[in-house]
């Protein structure tokens, strides 16, 4: 079973999935690739793995089944937004430098920026989500992420919601159902199972 992630996902979630997994199913082989989004589409697309881990498709060319929410935050250093501000409303995210990961990779943020009609002011463009959280907890602007990504950082951050509250969708994107074998239905009713037990 060849399955492709994004950093996140592969880092909280990703080793529980599988040893459960292999636990069930002992004789099943799996293989991982971590990437930006288009990419994992793309290796799913081209059959060089079975399916992926993404926030949403845009590809018409594949079946997305989605496992649940993750919502989005403006994350600044301490001091950096007045601490009055228990939110940041969207059309005001315009006033604050960006801090952003390269495009392939922000596509959830751009999403926000595009729907709220705010044009960025950026600031920075990085490459992993380290160096941005890195850059923030220095007073460098702010950035848009995702609470899954928030658990892991190590720096000192505020975690400040969106208003109107902002979402992406979790979920594992496959070639349609008719192209995909037993062994990849089966894992994706088993990462269905997983998120309504595991995440509620």
């Not at 594949?62 to 250093?77: I, N, R």
């Not at 751009?110 to 380290?130: C, M, N, Y």
């Not at 995909?180 to 509620?200: M, P």
Request: net charge negative; glycine share 8%.
């Amino acid at each position: 079973l060849r399955i492709g992630s994004f950093t996140s996902f592969t880092a909280i979630h990703m080793p529980g999935i599988i040893k459960n997994f292999r636990d069930q199913y002992p004789d099943v082989r799996i293989e991982l690739v971590n990437g930006p989004y288009r990419e994992i589409e793309q290796k799913i697309i081209r059959g060089q793995i079975d399916c992926g881990f993404l926030s949403g498709t845009e590809s018409e060319e594949l079946d997305f089944h989605p496992l649940f929410q993750d919502e989005m935050f403006a994350l600044s250093a301490p001091g950096y937004v007045p601490s009055g501000d228990t939110y940041i409303d969207l059309k005001k995210l315009g006033e604050y430098p960006l801090i952003s990961q390269f495009r392939g990779s922000d596509h959830d943020v751009q999403k926000i920026f595009s729907e709220a009609g705010v044009r960025p002011h950026t600031r920075f463009i990085l490459d992993d989500d380290i160096s941005v959280m890195g850059m923030v907890s220095q007073g460098m602007g702010i950035a848009l992420m995702p609470e899954m990504m928030v658990r892991t950082a190590s720096f000192d951050l505020v975690q400040i919601p969106l208003k109107p509250r902002q979402f992406r969708t979790i979920g594992i994107a496959t070639l349609p159902s008719s192209e995909t074998t037993l062994l990849v239905r089966t894992f994706i009713g088993f990462c269905e199972a997983w998120s309504s037990l595991s995440l509620q």
